[in-house]
């Protein structure tokens, strides 16, 4: 199945990423990071997640989250998603236990964990979701089903890992994702990157589109955090 998957990903036709990164003022998310790093661990990267499913949903930006099912190479059908199920990129970061004698690979493994219906909770309801997922994946357990398929749309913290930029494939069901870049916690600058299906969207709907994103998490998404971790 993930042969067939990425198979199918490595025909979907996308501009280079590198080339799809945006450099943005973080000084308000780098604020709100260092006020609230120790009681919100996820304080740099959740608020960029909770724009993104926001503004995926709205009537202007619906194309990025739809998809293109493509029977042959002639004749494709465009689907537009109303709900974003948001898919997480999630590990601990442990090296792959490697067994030379049995030829196998095992450990830590990269998992993408999924919250439905993203765009329409509060973010009291997005924090619980997340606290309980990653919960049950440190915890060693199984994820339900339901907890990791479905998802429209993947956010990836590559800054996490130092990168700035990353190159992703798109699903065969995904028409794009958004990966947070490096955050210099000096200039209060951050990447914002966007990787997307080519056949579906202009490349000039993804200036508007970050902007947006970053205008969604400023002015409303930083400001109902606070209000909700001051409580």
Same mark, same amino acid.
């Given at each position: 199945?993930?042969?067939?998957?990425?198979?199918?990903?490595?025909?979907?036709?996308?501009?280079?990423?590198?080339?799809? !990164?945006?450099?943005?003022?973080?000084?308000?998310?780098?604020?709100?990071?260092?006020?609230?790093?120790?009681?919100?661990?996820?304080?740099?990267?959740?608020?960029?997640? *909770?724009?993104? $499913?926001?503004?995926?949903?709205?009537?202007?930006?619906?194309? +990025?989250?739809?998809?293109?099912?493509?029977?042959?190479?002639?004749?494709? +059908?465009?689907? !537009?998603? =109303? =709900?974003?199920?948001?898919?997480?990129?999630?590990? =601990? &970061?442990?090296?792959?236990?490697?067994?030379?004698?049995?030829?196998?690979?095992?450990?830590?493994?990269?998992?993408?964990? *999924?919250?439905? /219906? !993203?765009?329409?909770?509060?973010?009291?309801?997005? @924090?619980? /979701?997340?606290?309980?997922?990653?919960?049950?994946? $440190? #915890?060693?357990?199984?994820? /339900?089903?339901?907890?990791?398929? &479905?998802?429209?749309? @993947?956010?990836?913290?590559?800054?996490?890992?130092?990168?700035?930029?990353?190159?992703?494939?798109?699903?065969?069901?995904?028409?794009?994702? *958004?990966?947070?870049?490096?955050?210099?916690? #000096?200039?209060?600058?951050?990447?914002? #990157?966007?990787?997307?299906?080519?056949?579906?969207?202009?490349? $000039?709907?993804?200036?508007?589109?970050?902007?947006?994103?970053?205008?969604?998490? *400023?002015?409303?998404?930083?400001?109902?955090?606070?209000?909700?971790?001051?409580?």
């Amino acid at each position: 199945t993930i042969a067939i998957n990425m198979e199918e990903s490595s025909r979907i036709p996308t501009v280079d990423t590198i080339a799809v !990164a945006r450099e943005f003022d973080f000084a308000p998310l780098v604020g709100f990071y260092r006020r609230f790093k120790t009681t919100f661990a996820s304080a740099l990267w959740f608020p960029v997640m *909770v724009a993104i $499913a926001r503004v995926m949903a709205r009537e202007e930006f619906i194309v +990025f989250n739809s998809y293109c099912s493509r029977q042959d190479d002639s004749r494709f +059908f465009v689907a !537009a998603r =109303r =709900r974003v199920h948001m898919g997480l990129s999630y590990d =601990r &970061g442990k090296p792959p236990v490697i067994d030379w004698e049995k030829k196998t690979i095992g450990g830590e493994a990269l998992r993408i964990l *999924v919250i439905r /219906d !993203a765009h329409a909770k509060t973010v009291e309801e997005l @924090i619980l /979701d997340v606290k309980r997922l990653f919960k049950r994946v $440190a #915890q060693g357990n199984t994820p /339900d089903l339901g907890d990791v398929t &479905g998802y429209t749309t @993947i956010f990836n913290n590559i800054g996490a890992i130092g990168h700035f930029s990353g190159r992703s494939l798109l699903g065969k069901d995904i028409g794009c994702q *958004v990966n947070l870049g490096h955050v210099d916690m #000096q200039t209060n600058t951050g990447i914002l #990157q966007t990787v997307f299906d080519h056949r579906l969207i202009n490349g $000039a709907r993804i200036t508007p589109f970050v902007r947006a994103l970053h205008e969604e998490m *400023v002015s409303r998404v930083i400001p109902e955090l606070e209000a909700f971790l001051r409580k």
